[in-house]
């Protein structure tokens, strides 16, 4: 089975930094995303990760460690629009033959203070 | 018009009734998937498909069943509805060539069943 792991709320402040973090247990673990998603909204993709390193994209970075089955979503400068449910998926094959699911952490609330 | 379009967008239903909902995608995307998500609970994955009459269980497929007649179309089930069905649904597509299977999400059919 799967189990992923992330901190339920989180608050920051506009314009500081934030670190989500996400762990992860899978028999058959083939990438790492982060989706953003807003309330009432639809999740959108972030971020991807398959190697071990930081992944960096504008004013947001992933990172993974394949052998501590641990990932990060790091925020700088944020702006008061990144107030959302942050969802950390990971990419399951273990199930043999054409397997290959994606599966959700239970998300983490960003709270973002002025 | 929204590449992935997902029918109903709201449905009140009573226990007992037979309910569909309906996805259809223009990306040309060859896997569709089916989540709920419920709150503190996250995304959890129902039934996922990867090509024409494919079909396989996720996480939570008791209670529901689904169709894949046609690549653009993923239809859900639910036979006879009861209470801790309602949630909200959302249908989910990706390119199984491309190497990060990134997830495109409907907007959500939100459903409640009384």
């Known amino acids: 089975g799967q189990n992923i792991d992330q901190p339920t709320e989180m608050t920051a402040t506009e314009g500081a930094i934030v670190q989500i973090n996400c762990t992860y247990q899978t028999s058959g673990f083939n990438g790492l995303f982060w989706y953003q998603q807003h309330a009432g909204e639809a999740p959108t993709f972030l971020s991807y990760n398959v190697l071990d390193g930081l992944e960096e994209k504008g004013r947001f970075s992933s990172f993974l460690s394949r052998s501590k089955g641990y990932s990060y979503l790091l925020l700088k400068e944020l702006q008061m629009k990144d107030s959302a449910s942050y969802l950390c998926?990971?990419?399951?094959?273990?199930?043999?033959?054409?397997?290959?699911?994606?599966?959700f952490g239970k998300g983490t609330r960003l709270h973002i203070l002025p | 018009d929204a590449d992935v379009t997902q029918t109903p967008r709201n449905r009140i239903t009573k226990t007992g009734k037979r309910i569909m909902l309906e996805c259809s995608q223009t990306?040309?995307?060859?896997?569709m998937y089916w989540y709920r998500q419920d709150p503190g609970l996250g995304l959890r994955l129902i039934y996922y498909?990867?090509?024409?009459?494919?079909?396989n269980k996720g996480e939570i497929s008791d209670g529901y069943s689904v169709s894949r007649q046609a690549q653009a179309k993923f239809s859900l089930s639910l036979e006879s509805a009861i209470p801790n069905q309602t949630a909200l649904y959302f249908c989910a597509t990706s390119d199984g060539s491309a190497g990060a299977n990134v997830l495109t999400f409907g907007a959500g059919s939100r459903l409640t069943v009384l």
């Open positions: 498909s990867f090509d024409v009459k494919d079909i």
């Open positions: 998926a990971v990419r399951d094959e273990g199930g043999g033959n054409r397997d290959d699911k994606i599966i």
């Open positions: 990306k040309g995307h060859d896997r």
